[in-house]
């Protein structure tokens, strides 16, 4: 092969990924923040009845097990010593109780703080106390530390600034020994997606999310026309402000090193269930962190199809752990009241050589989204030479068998253990916890690969109608599985 040919296989040949050398979060965690549902009405009460209900409702078994709890946990002072203090009313049995009682159902506990002063809330901040915070949750077994941007004294301006306040944390939790995800909230500023994941298992790459598809909200101002210094990445960014944000650096994610797109707003309110398909589906293509936002007490059955859908969890967990990339973006469709509409395109590379292909319509009407293989693929070569243009794809339909609102109704209406085991074993539940998606994906498991709806022949082209705020999401699998396997080998001998 020519000195050419081998500096485009370069990333083939596992050129060691920097990242965070925790051995944590090797897929993008899966889990429920209480903020957007909460907010600062946080109690012992709350954590421990939805950790139940993630155990209940089968959630933890499709992998959601890091239960966190955001802001409004502490005592507005420290101790004399310059330790936190638990709010007792709040928290009657302390954080370490917490965190064991979540341990024995076989879920994890994650905590949060700001690196300044104070928290968002007011609370005291870890900026200049990192050591004995760090030891405070690791003495009370927390597994998952959420490190926010409130109140930082202008410690920021510079990423090197801002990088050596959020190191000062990941250090101080390193030296405690004992391994906690270490989740950095610094807004995307600073161009946190250099540095973020040579310290923490994810960094947010924008300001606050909020639970619109499209509409442009005056607090989420980074965007290149309004505010090129990006003054303030806010609160309140729309869906569609999150996926171009971060579309220029979405190959940052890999293995202990994902952008943190925020807490999912399934189930929250103020979309359609559409727009939270959509939404679900390429959190999940991206690699962000899966945590559930809504107040799982009060959970209604389509939330649970949502969260639940294995083929869709599949795509979040898969080996290959390679995010999906805006590959065709088009702006000259119809715009809603707001001057906003666009299409995209989203394709990512899976395991066993198969690809997701993501077509999501924000624009204001239906559109029928054409795609040519050659741009599905073209992060594998543009031109068309990508090896993967010269083959026939089958197309399959990662919706299609979504699970129906009676039977999730069921689940939550069962009324004891034994008649929810029945249920799971009815509906063929898929168990990640009995069967790993890396597991389930090498066998093929029909649940994990959704429904088969088309093909597309070599150099061909994927064109489906989608509705507007709609995303039509697919897995494309190789028909020829000889050609793959020939196609895997030769990349391995390189
Ligand atoms: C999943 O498998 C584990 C281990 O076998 C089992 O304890 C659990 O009850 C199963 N969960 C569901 C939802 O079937
Ligand atoms: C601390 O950092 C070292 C060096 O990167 C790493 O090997 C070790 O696993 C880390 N320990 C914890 C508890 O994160």
Known sequence: MSWLTALYFIPLLGIPAKAVNNGLARTPPLGWNNWYSTYCDVSEDLILETSQLLVDTGLLDLGYKYVVLDDCWAEEERDNTGHWRADLTKFPNGMKYVADTLHDKGLLFGMYSSAGEL?????????????????????????????????????????????????????????????????????????????????????????????????????????????????????????LFVLNHVSAYADKARPGAWNDLDILQVGIGGMTDEEEKAHFALWAALKSPLLLGHDLRVSN???????????????????????????????????????????????????????????????????????????????????GIAAQNHHDWDVYDLWADRMSDNDAQSILDAADQSAREQLFQKLNWYNSTRIPYSEGLKMRDPRLLGKKVSMISAQGILEVDVSRHAAQVFRLRNVDDSNLKRRVAIKDEL
């Open 301 to 383: 059955a389509k939330s649970l199809t949502i969260a639940n859908n294995p083929a869709i969890l599949a795509l979040s967990q898969d080996p290959s752990t390679k995010a999906a990339l805006l590959v065709q973006r088009d702006t000259n469709v119809p715009k809603d009241k707001y001057g906003v509409g666009e299409t995209h395109v989203w394709s990512g590379g899976l395991a066993h050589g198969d690809q997701v292909v993501i077509l999501l319509n924000m624009a204001n009407e239906n559109q029928k989204i054409s795609v040519s293989l050659e741009e599905i693929f073209v992060r594998d070569g543009a031109g």
């Open 119 to 239: 928290t968002c809330a007011g609370y005291p901040g870890s900026l200049n106390h990192e050591k004995e915070d760090a030891e405070d949750l690791a003495s009370w077994n927390v597994d998952f530390f959420k490190y926010d941007n409130c109140y930082n004294l202008g410690q920021s301006g510079t990423a090197l600034i801002s990088f050596n306040r959020y190191k000062a944390m990941g250090d101080a939790l390193n030296a405690t020994g004992r391994p906690m995800v270490y989740s950095l909230c610094s807004w995307g500023e600073d161009q946190v997606h250099t540095w973020g994941m040579s310290i923490a298992n994810s960094w947010r790459m924008s300001g606050d999310i909020y639970n619109s598809f499209t509409r442009p909200d005056a607090l989420c101002s980074c965007d290149d026309e309004r505010d090129p210094q990006c003054i303030a990445p806010g609160t309140h960014c729309s869906l």
